[in-house]
């Protein structure tokens, strides 16, 4: 109950339905505040408890200082949790060994239940091995079963083991899409109360759902075990940076464009742990598809949450998706009760503001690395030409450009581009050559886009066209079509449209997150065989989010996000060389040239498609019984219980040693002297370089150990799909094939130079695979640090990033700055995130890695504060005090506690 110290208790009648609320109006200042600020404040006037969260805590929302920098700590209560397989898998199986140690510690092993509800959907594990064919979703949905049979034996244990937890089986949809479609409450209702729906996720795409004016974020999965047993988030009141849209979009542009567009000026701006909030005359002309497609991209622009108030549309969505008339009816009456209806005329009070005339939105893709590096579509082959020669050849890496012997200098043809034409024998004869630049891969996937029924017609329009004049996809174009849910088949189907995404080799290979996040399958084997022989620079386009280094497909350098519609261009044209907007890309049955203009559709071809094939008795047919699950799901056999059954030769999921030799009494925090350095890492090192993801390599320590447990290479699966077995995800951490650890210069991938055999190598020490390293470090009793450069873990919300990291034995990361998720996972691993001094950096200090350092000051953290700053010094004589990013209270009490899991269960046991 709460402490309801603002008198703001009160009722709200909807129809026949009466619900208990808090009125913000109660908070002096409400009025004034934006919307996201808002929610925070009914979330705490709720939850006021007189301890945790107090008057004043509500107080200090109410009387924000927008100008301000955050300093006020608030606990935030999320009305529920959602999960996608890789980080829900982790999270179920810690929740099943929090159990074991809670009976260990002489509790109560029910305790360990989600007290918040709980929701996991089956999205990641689908690969896209079979393409182009008719049967190619079936074929995929058969391997996925095969491969991950334990793991999803393990999921449905747990649906039956944890109160308020369901999941959603495979071959459903993408988690985001899923979550608006049929998930989000937009205002939740639960034990006769109304109050908006806030979550968070384990995705750091839960800001899909910001579009529908559901405020939530994606978090480690180590936060979201604590949200689910009842934790609230701790966390600064942010600075909001209000986002003003006027005018429309142009006819030409889409979605994808739009939001690479605010992306790059979000980036630029730099929005990193503030809320972004949309507001203005634009919003009402956006649709509720394309505030959604925003909303998912805040992870790329850096920003916490990036969210839409409620309005008319958001009813609409509501209505067409299939929410129940009291639903819709209670989330318009709720929000126009409590100010949280859209006034497109109003000017909240907004830390900093931000402008955008949707009518200046042109064209564009990003890449070849990163999605906010924008590319005006019309520049899109020009500027190919100059990134393709930081893929060729050898690298130079403190000039920065490529450097050749000039008898190795590449081929360039008549423009001056890097050229290496390669034949390729298909299958059935046929010849073809490649180059630098061909397009490998053309994939409409992830949930950014497939959410969006606007660039999805528009793609089976120009792929209808396309077939129409007598286009086919070049022969060595992987094409794969992975829709975010079952109804973007269903309005194809009733569009007539599905045969001419069949033709051009676009079918379905399955409901899931496929190609943005690694699991694009294999390339044809005649195609990667030539691709890797003569070290081609070749290219993938995809309607994803993501495009970072080694993160699409290990044959692949260079990739590029796009709208679906020139996905399917792309795969026509072949080629990135290719200037789409002014070449032809492809001729027609007579010969003749075809250009990108002939067969991109109107916006009115798009809206009449849109407006006729989509219905709300799709979503209703789709979601009818969306926790059953098929026959193959329901047929899975399970252990009882309320415990879980450890298969002591599972190679899927094992017990990790969090809690070995744990006691209900905290050890003192100590400072750390003598540690090696792991890892000497530049900037923008992701959660992606550092997190086990993509395929396993037979010759890696994850594939021997896999070889060692007598499992075929052709079963190794993805590390996605073993995130549940710790064995495997540390010797996958810090691997990703395009990780550069300057300690080893000259190498990719995850090496180190390992100082415990230092009598072994020449010039101090040999380079050794960074699990072997952490291996024999450990068993020397060595601690070890990371030192990285700016935006340390910047990327998605994978908390293997963090517990492999802590695994390893590193205590402490020394890097520049920190993405949000990643520091805090961090430290809910009992990792301690440092920050060099203000302009010093690994560079300026003169560090090398050789270095054995030593960290003081950590101690002070014992007398209950947070010591602004630590000292750091090594043995050859460099001395600096480094910046303590343990940023509020309740974080410090995760890191005494050696871990945020230690303190829930502590806290549980104490109960």
């Known amino acids: 109950m709460s402490a309801n110290s603002f008198n703001a208790r009160s009722t709200l009648q909807v129809g026949d339905e009466s619900y208990e609320i808090f009125r913000l109006d109660k908070v002096e200042g409400s009025a004034r505040l934006p919307y996201s600020l808002k929610v925070l404040l009914e979330n705490l006037l709720r939850t006021e408890d007189g301890a945790n969260i107090t008057a004043d805590h509500i107080r200090a929302i109410g009387g924000w200082d927008s100008q301000a920098q955050p300093s006020q700590e608030i606990q935030f209560t999320p009305a529920?949790?959602?999960?996608?397989?890789?980080?829900?898998?982790?999270?179920?199986?810690?929740?099943?060994?929090?159990?074991?140690?809670?009976?260990?510690?002489?509790?109560?092993?029910?305790?360990?239940?989600?007290?918040?509800?709980?929701?996991?959907?089956?999205?990641?594990?689908?690969?896209?091995d079979k393409f182009g064919t008719n049967d190619a979703f079936a074929q995929n949905v058969e391997l996925e079963y095969g491969r991950n049979k334990e793991r999803y034996q393990f999921l449905r244990w747990g649906q039956t083991a944890f109160d308020e937890f369901k999941v959603v089986p495979p071959g459903t949809g993408i988690v985001h899409q899923v979550n608006i479609e049929h998930l989000a409450r937009s205002i939740m209702v639960r034990n006769g109360q109304a109050y908006p729906d806030t979550l968070v996720g384990t995705d750091s795409h839960t800001t899909m759902v910001n579009g529908l004016?559901?405020?939530?974020?994606?978090?480690?999965?180590?936060?979201?075990?604590?949200?689910?047993?009842g934790q609230p988030v701790s966390m600064l009141i942010p600075r909001v940076v209000g986002f003003k849209l006027t005018g429309e979009l142009t006819p030409g542009t889409t979605a994808t464009d739009l939001v690479l567009t605010i992306t790059e000026m979000l980036r630029q701006h730099g929005v990193v742990g503030k809320f972004v909030e949309f507001y203005g005359e634009g919003v009402a002309a956006t649709s509720l598809a394309n505030r959604a497609t925003i909303g998912n991209m805040s992870p790329e622009f850096g920003s916490t949450a990036a969210i839409f108030p409620i309005d008319g549309e958001t009813l609409n969505y509501l209505k067409l998706t299939g929410?129940?008339?009291?639903?819709?009816?209670?989330?318009?009456?709720?929000?126009?009760?409590?100010?949280l209806w859209l006034d497109p005329a109003a000017e909240p009070d907004f830390s900093e503001k931000l402008e955008l005339d949707l009518s200046t939105v042109v064209p564009s893709i990003a890449g070849p690395k990163r999605p906010q590096d924008r590319i005006v579509l019309a520049e899109a082959a020009q500027q190919f030409s100059q990134d393709v020669r930081n893929y060729v050849g050898e690298a130079d890496e403190e000039a920065g450009k490529e450097s050749f012997p000039a008898s190795d200098a590449p081929a360039v043809d008549h423009n001056g581009v890097p050229t290496k034409p390669t034949q390729v024998t298909a299958p059935d004869g046929t010849v073809y050559e490649i180059d630098h630049g061909a397009v490998t891969v053309a994939a409409i996937t992830s949930c950014t886009n497939t959410s969006n029924p606007y660039v999805m017609v528009a793609a089976a329009l120009v792929a209808k066209k396309a077939v129409e004049k007598g286009l086919t996809r070049k022969p060595w174009v992987k094409t794969t079509l992975a829709p975010g849910s079952k109804v973007v088949m269903d309005y194809y189907d009733r569009a007539g449209l599905t045969p001419y995404l069949d033709k051009l080799g676009f079918n379905l290979v399955g409901y899931g997150c496929t190609t943005c996040i690694g699991n694009s399958g294999p390339l044809p084997e005649e195609v990667s065989q030539a691709v890797n022989e003569a070290d081609l620079a070749v290219t993938s386009v995809l309607s994803g989010n993501r495009n970072f280094e080694g993160r699409i497909n290990p044959d692949v350098k260079m990739n590029y996000l796009a709208s679906p519609p020139l996905v399917v261009a792309y795969a026509i044209a072949g080629s990135m060389k290719v200037d789409i907007t002014k070449e032809?890309?492809?001729?027609?049955?007579?010969?003749?040239?075809?250009?990108?203009?002939?067969i991109w559709p109107s916006e009115a071809e798009v809206n009449e498609v849109v407006a006729s094939a989509i219905g709300q008795d799709m979503f209703a047919t789709s979601y009818e019984d969306v926790f059953a699950g098929d026959a193959q799901w329901q047929a899975l056999p399970i252990p009882t219980g309320n415990t879980f059954e450890w298969d002591a030769e599972s190679t899927y999921v094992r017990k990790p040693p969090y809690f070995e030799g744990m006691t209900m009494e905290t050890t003192p925090v100590e400072d750390i002297s003598g540690a090696r350095v792991l890892a000497k890492l530049g900037d923008s090192v992701t959660t992606d370089h550092?997190?086990?993801?993509?395929?396993?390599?037979?010759?890696?320590?994850?594939?021997?150990?896999?070889?060692?447990?007598?499992v075929e290479r052709r079963d190794f699966n993805s590390y996605g799909s073993r995130r549940g077995n710790h064995e495997v995800m540390i010797r996958g951490t810090f691997a990703n094939i395009r990780l550069r650890n300057q300690i080893a210069p000259g190498t990719e991938g995850g090496f180190t130079r390992d100082f415990t055999r230092a009598a072994e190598g020449e010039g101090g020490a040999p380079v050794s695979f960074i699990y072997d390293a952490s291996q024999n470090y450990q068993a020397a009793g060595i601690p070890l640090v990371i030192l990285a450069g700016?935006?340390?873990?910047?990327?998605?919300?994978?908390?293997?990033?963090?517990?492999?990291?802590?695994l390893l034995g590193v205590k402490a990361v020394v890097a520049e700055s920190y993405e949000r998720i990643h520091r805090s996972n961090l430290i809910g691993m009992g990792v301690l995130p440092l920050q060099f001094p203000e302009g010093a950096s690994a560079l300026t200090l003169g560090l090398t890695g050789e270095e054995t350092f030593s960290i003081t000051g950590i101690t002070a953290l014992n007398d209950g504060g947070i010591p602004?700053?630590?000292?750091v010094t090594t043995d050859t004589g460099v001395e600096f005090d480094a910046k303590v990013r343990i940023d509020t209270p309740g974080e410090a009490d995760y890191y005494r506690n050696g871990g945020i899991m230690q303190y829930v269960l502590r806290s549980l046991i104490r109960k």
């Open 323 to 339: 929410r129940s008339e009291q639903q819709v009816a209670l989330v318009e009456a709720y929000a126009k009760e409590q100010g």
């Open 790 to 806: 700016k935006e340390y873990g910047s990327g998605s919300s994978r908390d293997w990033a963090a517990k492999g990291t802590a």
């Open 868 to 871: 602004e700053t630590v000292k």
């Open 584 to 598: 032809a890309i492809g001729k027609d049955t007579e010969g003749d040239p075809v250009y990108l203009k002939d």
């Open 690 to 710: 550092i997190s086990p993801a993509g395929a396993i390599k037979a010759d890696t320590p994850a594939g021997k150990y896999l070889t060692e447990h007598g």
């Open 213 to 229: 004016g559901v405020l939530g974020w994606g978090v480690g999965g180590i936060e979201a075990e604590a949200a689910m047993l």
């Open 80 to 128: 529920r949790v959602i999960m996608q397989d890789f980080t829900g898998v982790p999270c179920v199986v810690d929740l099943a060994t929090m159990r074991e140690a809670v009976k260990e510690l002489g509790g109560n092993p029910a305790k360990i239940n989600p007290l918040a509800p709980a929701e996991l959907v089956i999205d990641h594990s689908v690969i896209a």
